[in-house]
């Protein structure tokens, strides 16, 4: 089988720094993404790590280590809007872009 | 650029109906993929499809269906529906690259009773 596990709920105050970790067992492995979910909206893309390391976005960053099938999102300068689900999924098909998602992190920022 | 749109925003259907929803792909995009997302849970892949052909399916049964059209919009269709179909239903276009980010509509959300 697949699994993907993230903690199902982060709390953190405004201004700090969240990571959200992320263990992967799959049949497959194409890289892995993380996507933001706000309440009612769409999935939007935020990061994908197809090699080992860390990749930066704003006050995003995204890391992978491919030997330890893990994988964690690392939000700094928090803002309430931040406050959404977060979800890592990983490409599991060569030549198709589908990916399997875990059940998502709610991150909840309080002021 | 107009983003990924969906139709219907809401359905409501009665279990053994079928069912179509609709999705607009970004402009320049050509391929789409349907995900399913239950209430709480993370979106599980349906298929994909690649200038109208299908090329990577989940693990749905056969009643789950779809098209994809030549100006790249497709359509899902789900026959004899049952109470467990109840879900959010999202379309995700992105460019033919595999490794590009997908780009979701807001889903049909569809209620089986």
């Known amino acids: 089988g697949q699994s993907l596990e993230q903690p199902s709920e982060v709390t953190a105050v405004e201004g700090a720094i969240v990571q959200i970790n992320c263990t992967y067992q799959t049949s497959g492995f194409y890289g892995l993404s993380w996507y933001q979910q706000h309440d009612g909206g769409a999935p939007t893309f935020l990061s994908y790590n197809a090699l080992d390391g860390l990749e930066e976005t704003g006050r995003f960053s995204s890391f992978l280590s491919r030997s330890d099938s893990y994988g964690y999102l690392l939000l700094q300068e928090l803002q309430m809007k931040d406050s959404a689900s977060y979800f890592c999924?990983?490409?599991?098909?060569?030549?198709?872009?589908?990916?399997?998602f875990g059940t998502g992190t709610r991150l909840t920022v309080i002021p | 650029e107009t983003g990924v749109t969906q139709s219907p925003t809401h359905l409501i259907k009665t279990r053994g109906q079928q069912v179509t929803l609709r999705c607009s792909s970004q402009s320049g995009h050509n391929t789409v993929s349907w995900y399913q997302q239950a209430l709480g849970q993370g979106p599980q892949f349906i298929f994909q499809y690649y200038r109208e052909e299908e090329n990577g399916r989940g693990n749905f049964p056969p009643r789950f269906s779809g098209l994809q059209f030549p100006n790249y919009s497709s359509e899902l269709n789900v026959n004899a529906l049952e109470l467990d179909d109840s879900a959010l239903y999202l379309c995700a276009s992105s460019p033919g690259t595999v490794n590009s980010p997908l780009h979701f509509g807001n889903g049909t959300r569809l209620t089986v009773t």
């Open positions: 999924a990983v490409r599991v098909q060569t030549g198709a872009n589908n990916l399997f």
